[in-house]
């Protein structure tokens, strides 16, 4: 079993839907979580880091399980400028950053 | 502020041949990473320092050697290409725990 997977995808929504894609980890005492954003051949960029109580910023919304090692990424009023693979990222033992393998959206006009 | 730098942005090598794939950060950040990505997968964990002299395996070493002389610089060498190593590599590095910092990637392919 991988460490971090998340749902395969892709994701082909129109514009104005909601969005939601989901990331289990497999060990208990990770630390941090984070979600990342990556644009075709490009760097991966943070989006937003993922806090035990739950965070928002904008339209994003990230939640944290930590009973169910589960994260999710909620993403409200989909821009066509949203397309690009979102990635899930775990830190462990606190100097392990763990990706998942991400999940394509494709936001249509 | 450059943040991390990673170089060359494309390189074609020939099996056998040996390359350094340069990475340096001005942030003094202690924890330097390198990763690959292969299309349909993540990145993938080659080796990764949390500070000068320490360096230790990821999930994906076999074939890379690192070190790590300075806070600042985290070379990584492929010592006889391989095509299996063709892939995009991506430089990283953070302070605490926090925030990665990536480099803008090097397209690698080996013929």
């Known amino acids: 079993r991988k460490e971090v997977e998340q749902d395969p995808g892709p994701f082909n929504v129109p514009e104005g839907a909601t969005v939601a894609f989901n990331c289990t980890y497999s060990?208990?005492?990770?630390?941090?979580f984070f979600w990342y954003r990556q644009d075709c051949r490009k760097e991966p960029k943070l989006l937003m880091s993922v806090y035990s109580s739950g965070n928002e910023d904008g339209r994003f919304t990230a939640q944290l399980n930590r009973a169910s090692q589960y994260i999710s990424l909620l993403i409200r009023d989909s821009k066509l400028s949203d397309s690009a693979t979102y990635l899930c990222v775990v830190l462990f033992y606190g100097q392990n950053f763990v990706f998942g393998p991400g999940t394509r959206l494709s936001v249509l006009p | 502020n450059a943040g991390v730098t990673q170089t060359p942005k494309f390189q074609v090598l020939k099996t056998g041949q040996s390359m350094t794939l340069q990475c340096a950060q001005d942030m003094n950040h202690e924890y330097m990473s390198w990763y690959r990505q292969d299309p349909g997968m993540g990145l993938r964990l080659i080796h990764y320092s949390v500070g000068a002299g320490i360096t230790d395996q990821g999930e994906v070493p076999n074939g890379y050697n690192v070190s790590r002389s300075t806070t600042e610089d985290f070379p990584l060498r492929l010592l006889s290409a391989a095509p299996s190593q063709t892939s995009v590599y991506f430089c990283a590095s953070s302070y605490g725990g926090e925030k990665l910092f990536f480099g803008s990637g090097t397209q690698l392919s080996v013929l």
């Open positions: 060990n208990s005492a990770s630390q941090s």
